[in-house]
């Protein structure tokens, strides 16, 4: 069966097409990628993984053409840079009254 497996970086992005055979596991597809040569970064123990977007386990098995993507950690938390952004906007504003 036909899946993708997918990892990107700020510059660089790797999207690799495999042929498995059916009942391959999220972690053995990407093994059989080989993407950890490419990107030595990746830590299967500690980086999440997930199929089209939302998360799933290593033990995960594989549909046919399921996206397989490791996930890279968050360098800001995107709740805290919202709440950031807002109080800049409050504090820009907070001087003109119409």
């Given at each position: 069966m036909k899946i993708e497996v997918a990892y990107a970086l700020e510059s660089k992005?790797?999207?690799?097409?495999?042929?498995?055979?059916?009942?391959?596991?999220?972690?053995?597809?990407?093994?059989?990628?080989g993407i950890m040569a490419s990107y030595p970064q990746i830590d299967l123990s500690k980086d999440k993984t997930?199929?089209?977007?939302?998360?799933?386990?290593?033990d995960t098995?594989?549909?046919?053409?399921?996206?397989?993507?490791?996930?890279?950690?968050?360098?800001?938390?995107?709740k805290q840079v919202r709440?950031?952004?807002?109080a800049q906007g409050k504090k820009m504003r907070g001087g003109k009254k119409a």
């Amino acid at each position: 069966m036909k899946i993708e497996v997918a990892y990107a970086l700020e510059s660089k992005q790797t999207l690799l097409a495999l042929e498995v055979d059916k009942g391959t596991t999220l972690k053995q597809a990407i093994v059989l990628s080989g993407i950890m040569a490419s990107y030595p970064q990746i830590d299967l123990s500690k980086d999440k993984t997930g199929i089209f977007g939302k998360i799933a386990k290593l033990d995960t098995v594989l549909r046919p053409k399921d996206r397989v993507e490791i996930y890279r950690p968050l360098i800001a938390d995107p709740k805290q840079v919202r709440k950031e952004r807002a109080a800049q906007g409050k504090k820009m504003r907070g001087g003109k009254k119409a």
